[in-house]
């Protein structure tokens, strides 16, 4: 039998964390997400090698923080419970790290608390908040986290949720205002300068069929690496997803149409 939650009546339109579900071959989706999944990844192949670089990129960002002495981690826009989730690679590092999951879909957090179990040294914990309400997030994730400790924020492909008239990079210097020197700020985002007509498409199809506070806006890289500013922006800067420090035998790959950048809040 297994441990996932059972999803609950179907919904009308497209979610992006069951559609990021489909690209990454799972099976906890609807047939709303379904459509909406492959009708995107028709318009803009790229889609599917991006999204499973992405998940490659939060393994070797989380890895990297976690090498630098980070033991606590927020992650914002969890998504369905994949391979090498959060926790999973910071406690393989350090068991003792301590992780806080955020998402906005009840169903979401309901399979995380049922998969994602932290280490006996370690602890997880679950908010179910909107990206839009950062102080909500920040207050219940400081049941966990200590805010005078450095943490790992971790936008993996949800900034492109909110438009620019709801001022994302706003959301994102309010959530790290409360974090300690030392924090760092990880961050993946559907580019709109890569393959700007397949993407372009792409996000006119999902946006159809998703609920309007889930529509995806994507971005220049300018655009993506103004979430940095004020922070030290590691090395090799707003880069294509593989090319933020590939391992060994990677073989690079710039059309795919997404951005990433680790940044350093400093004292």
Not at 97 to 119: C, G, K, Q, T
Not at 213 to 236: C, I, K, M, S, Y
Request: proline share 9%; net charge negative.
């Amino acid at each position: 039998m297994s441990d996932r939650p059972p999803l609950s009546s179907t919904p009308a339109v497209a979610h992006p964390a069951r559609v990021y579900n489909v690209w990454l071959g799972g099976k906890d989706h609807y047939p709303v997400d379904q459509e909406a999944a492959e009708l995107a990844a028709r318009a803009n192949p790229g889609i599917v090698p991006s999204v499973r670089a992405n998940r490659a990129f939060l393994g070797r960002a989380v890895e990297h923080l976690a090498a630098q002495g980070v033991r606590q981690f927020l992650d914002i826009g969890t998504g369905i419970p994949a391979a090498d989730n959060t926790h999973e690679v910071a406690q393989r590092v350090a068991p003792e790290s301590r992780i806080v999951y955020v998402d906005n879909d009840p169903v979401v957090l309901a399979h995380a608390r049922a998969l994602l179990v932290s280490s006996p040294e370690g602890a997880t914990d679950y908010v179910q908040a909107d990206l839009r309400e950062p102080e909500k997030i920040l207050e219940e994730a400081a049941r966990t986290l200590d805010f005078t400790e450095p943490v790992g924020l971790m936008l993996i492909a949800v900034l492109q949720y909110l438009r620019d008239a709801e001022d994302p990079w706003d959301v994102v210097r309010r959530l790290l205002a409360p974090l300690a020197p030392g924090s760092f700020l990880v961050l993946s985002h559907p580019a709109s300068d890569i393959g700007a007509d397949e993407v372009a498409e792409s996000m006119r199809v999902y946006n159809e069929r998703a609920a309007d506070h889930a529509a995806a806006t994507p971005r220049t890289r300018e655009r993506v690496g103004d979430f940095t500013a004020g922070l030290d922006l590691l090395d090799p800067g707003v880069v294509p997803l593989n090319r933020w420090h590939p391992r060994a035998g990677d073989v690079p790959n710039d059309s795919l149409p997404m951005w990433c950048a680790v940044a350093r809040k400093e004292g």
